[in-house]
């Protein structure tokens, strides 16, 4: 049967920063194409679901699901600051955004949909929870 994990000298290219200049550079480095791709995935879900925040819904679940995946992969390699600097706070960080989930339960709210605005909250903290275990599993298994 084969093995699902990774090898962590694949990661060790990526140096290890703690409190210098360069933090800021790899956060913003990731943030780039993180917000890029949020916005390329919302607009392209948008026509598909019911309502745009359910395209939210499905970019800030999957980025859950990669973060628990980064977190992993971590703690299993050792203190990668750079790496979890670049992809865990820079790319994830920016791909998936709270203030907009909130704008979107709020906007609900407003329209009298109180039942759906508790659904997405509902559901976005328990998928959010069960994508994040779920990348956590896969990377610390090996």
């Not at 709210?109 to 903290?125: D, N, Y």
């Amino acid at each position: 049967m084969a093995r699902i994990g990774f090898r962590c000298r694949l990661f060790r290219g990526i140096p290890d920063v703690a409190g210098s200049g360069s933090e800021a550079l790899l956060v913003a480095l990731g943030a780039i194409p993180g917000a890029w791709l949020r916005l390329r995935l919302v607009n392209h879900l948008k026509p598909m679901l019911p309502r745009k925040h359910w395209g939210t819904f499905v970019v800030n679940v999957t980025a859950c699901f990669f973060l628990g995946l980064v977190l992993a992969m971590v703690e299993r390699c050792g203190p990668m600051t750079g790496l979890a600097l670049l992809i865990g706070v820079g790319f994830l960080g920016s791909l998936s955004t709270f203030s907009t989930f909130v704008m979107e339960v709020l906007q609900e709210l407003r329209s009298g949909q109180v039942l759906l605005a508790l659904m997405l909250m509902i559901a976005s903290l328990l998928m959010g929870l069960l994508a994040t275990a779920l990348g956590y599993g896969l990377g610390s298994y090996g």
